[in-house]
């Protein structure tokens, strides 16, 4: 029996409705889909699918409830079938913060995140979810060599493997030293709603997070490196500088283990971007080659730009800006006769009073 089957079957028996409709939601980078149901009543929800055998929704279930407990906006479970991969949850809409996000939104919309931000962090305890250890941390690095260097480009690091991995123990050093909290792992545009009315500029539940399933206990800066040096959105670098700027100023006022000098909070936030721009050009390529996904093709040179801008800035990184300068090829991927913007536009916003 296909899946579909499945889904419709247990959704009748769940929501007590035999005439809901039930349509794509969203796509996702993993193995899970999303699909929203519309009851009879004109109610919606979202469905979660899961095949077992490829996806285990127990740790969603397990950190959406540390979340909420730590006073964030998570969707509710409605119902369960852990047996079968099926959640039943509620609906955060379809407002992205990639949708919404303007030179006139982006001041609220931030700062609503920094504040989310901040709660999950002040609600971080050991031995709770998975540590974000070395091993984690270094298995990521090396989908950078092994996706992007040798599958994407075609090219072998020959004499360089030295090189590579002196940046990379510099790197590790540097994450694994900082403050713990709990880490969201993928905490940017696409994966926070703007909960409320667009046209009022009104978001009273804002933001709505989601994918929050891979949450593990490590590095400080590594959330907020996914928000501000978003894959899929870029901002002119003072406007960056501002909005981190106001985290850190929000994290110092709750008490959070961020340093009193914010050049060292700022050069820990930037080496943890370099760790998190090499795995995701990893992922991305592996995303592309092993699973067919070219979407992410495009937003490959976003990533690649913010990479080596922090590698040019710090005499431990020249090694790999030197690389990427042996890898220019690799900041503009082309298809055919399409050629991929290095971003999309830059944006700046007005600083906030």
Request: net charge neutral; proline share 5%.
């Amino acid at each position: 029996m296909s899946r579909a089957v499945l889904l419709r079957a247990w959704l009748e028996r769940a929501c007590g409705d035999r005439d809901l409709r039930i349509e794509p939601a969203s796509a996702d980078a993993s193995f899970r889909r999303y699909f929203r149901v519309t009851l009879a009543n004109g109610e919606t929800r979202i469905v979660m699918d899961a095949p077992p055998a490829r996806e285990d929704c127990r740790p969603f279930l397990r950190v959406a409830a540390l979340f909420r407990e730590a006073g964030v906006h998570v969707p509710e479970v409605y119902a369960q079938d852990l047996a079968q991969g099926f959640l039943l949850l509620s609906d955060l809409g379809d407002g992205t913060y990639l949708n919404r996000l303007n030179a006139a939104s982006a001041p609220a919309l931030y700062r609503d995140a920094n504040s989310a931000l901040i709660d999950i962090q002040r609600a971080s305890r050991p031995g709770i979810l998975p540590d974000y250890d070395r091993v984690l941390l270094e298995r990521e690095l090396c989908l950078f060599p092994d996706w992007y260097v040798a599958r994407h480009l075609g090219v072998t690091l020959a004499g360089r493997e030295a090189a590579l991995r002196g940046v990379f123990d510099a790197l590790l050093r540097n994450n694994l030293a900082q403050p713990r909290v709990f880490v969201h792992r993928d905490y940017h545009s696409r994966n926070l709603m703007a909960v409320g009315d667009a046209h009022l500029n009104e978001y009273p539940a804002n933001p709505g997070i989601l994918d929050f399933q891979d949450a593990v206990y490590g590095p400080i800066t590594y959330d907020l490196v996914s928000l501000y040096r978003d894959a899929y959105i870029a901002w002119e670098e003072e406007q960056e500088l501002d909005f981190v700027i106001r985290y850190w100023e929000m994290a110092r006022r709750a008490n959070l283990p961020v340093d009193a000098d914010f050049d060292v909070f700022y050069r820990d936030y930037e080496w943890m971007g370099v760790q998190r721009q090499i795995k995701v050009l990893g992922i991305f390529a592996r995303l592309y080659h092993r699973d067919g996904k070219s979407d992410y093709l495009k937003d490959m040179p976003r990533v690649m730009a913010y990479l080596r801008r922090a590698c040019a800035r710090y005499g431990a990184l020249a090694p790999m800006a030197r690389l990427l300068d042996q890898f220019q090829k690799a900041e503009t991927r082309k298809d055919g006769e399409t050629e991929y913007p290095v971003s999309r536009p830059l944006l700046g916003a007005k600083r906030p009073s």
